[in-house]
Structure formats: C-alpha cells, structure tokens
T-cell receptor
Framework: KQEVTQIPAALSVPEGENLVLNCSFT??????LQWFRQDPGKGLTSLLL?????REQTSGRLNASLDKSSGRSTLYIAASQPGDSATYLCAVNRDDKIIFGKGTRLHILP | DAGVTQSPTHLIKTRGQQVTLRCSPKSGHDTVSWYQQALGQGPQFIFQYYEEEERQRGNFPDRFSGHQFPNYSSELNVNALLLGDSALYLC????????????FGPGTRLTVT
C-alpha cells in the first residue's frame, strides 16, 4: 500500500530564506509526482509535475527533485516571500490512484 | 480558457440525507477524479471517471457513487450522509493518458449536521 509522508508538518522561516520541503513514498512504482499549493479553504494549485523518468523540474523560484529509487522528493523554494505562506502537498500517481501526503504548512515571517 | 469548476461552493445537509456535487473539467480534458479532504488532512482519492466509466476507486463505501456525462462533466453522489462526511470535496481533471497532470477545482465545502 502506497504511503506518502511529508516532513516537517509545519515550518516558519523569515522572509528571504531558502527552504526545502520533503516528501517520501513507500512504493517506487509511480507514474509521476506532483507538488501542489493550497491556501486555507481553497482548492489545489499545481506547482510542478515530475514524470517518473525525470530527475527534477523548475519553475521560477521553485525546484523539485525526484529520486524514485529511494522514494524521495524535495521542493526547494528560493528567496521565500510572505506570499509563499500556504500548505504544500505532494502527491504520487500510480495506476490512476493519486495518493497525497498530509502537507507542510509553511509560514513566511515578514 | 475555463479551468475546473465545481458547484455548489458550500452545502449544509442533515444526517441521513443525500447530496449531489457537480464538476466541469478543464477545457480539453476527458478524465475526472474526486477527492475528499478532511480538515488538516491531505485529499483522499474517491474515484476516477474516464469515458463515462469508473476507472479506479479508492477505499470509500458504496454510499459514494458517481457519474460522468458525454460532455465529460461529472457528479459525485453521497447517500445516507454521516457526520464524518463533512469535508471539502475536490474535483480534478486531466487528459485520458495515465500519468497526466491533475488540475483541481476550488472545491465544495459539505457540512453534515
């Protein structure tokens, strides 16, 4: 059974710092891994999608890596801003079942 | 280009009642997935519809059922509502090929009293 774990559960950092969010999964047989952002009470916004054959993806200040063999992914956020405050979720896709972690609640201090 | 839309935004129901939630996929998408997100948790996969058939299902009871229409829009039906069904229900759309990116709607907040 696929399980997805995100560490830490919550994180507070001063504005301007670089930070790393971690995601681990138990079954490496995945189609892809997707990182999402969720603002309180809202839907999910897709940030980055990494296919199983890829090692990383970049979009602006965001960089996500995937090590399928070890069951790990990281989301790197450069030069954090108060507007980055949100919950970040990772999700793995296998056999059309998308399994989410519980998320990391990120608070950027002005 | 319209994204994924869901209706209604909020809904309050009583235990034992039935509810229907609706989702229109992003233009060009033919696959719809439904998720339940309890407060403080990650979304839980309910099921996925492709070509009007349920292609995959998560660990949810038969009280949860769905339908996909020829225009690819979808409904989620929940019968015999329980207090524990209170959650944010999210719909996501994607292309038919396995492994494609999921695009989410804003969700429907269901409260069961």
């Amino acid at each position: 059974k696929q399980e997805v774990t995100q560490i830490p559960a919550a994180l507070s950092v001063p504005e301007g710092e670089n930070l790393v969010l971690n995601c681990s999964f138990t079954d490496s047989a995945i189609y892809n891994l997707q990182w999402f952002r969720q603002d309180p009470g809202k839907g999910l916004t897709s940030l980055l999608l990494i296919q199983s054959s890829q090692r990383e993806q970049t979009s602006g200040r965001l960089n996500a890596s995937l090590d399928k063999s070890s069951g790990r992914s990281t989301l790197y956020i450069a030069a954090s801003q108060p507007g980055d405050s949100a919950t970040y979720l990772c999700a793995v896709n296998r056999d059309d079942k998308i399994i989410f972690g519980k998320g990391t609640r990120l608070h950027i201090l002005p | 280009d319209a994204g994924v839309t869901q209706s209604p935004t909020h809904l309050i129901k009583t235990r034992g009642q039935q509810v229907t939630l609706r989702c229109s996929p992003k233009s060009g998408h033919d696959t719809v997935s439904w998720y339940q997100q309890a407060l403080g948790q990650g979304p839980q996969f309910i099921f996925q519809y492709y070509e009007e058939e349920e292609r995959q299902r998560g660990n949810f009871p038969d009280r949860f059922s769905g339908h996909q229409f020829p225009n690819y829009s979808s409904e989620l039906n929940v019968n015999a509502l329980l207090l524990g069904d209170s959650a944010l229900y999210l719909c996501a759309s994607s292309l038919g090929q396995r492994g494609d990116e999921q695009y989410f709607g804003p969700g429907t907040r269901l409260t069961v009293t």
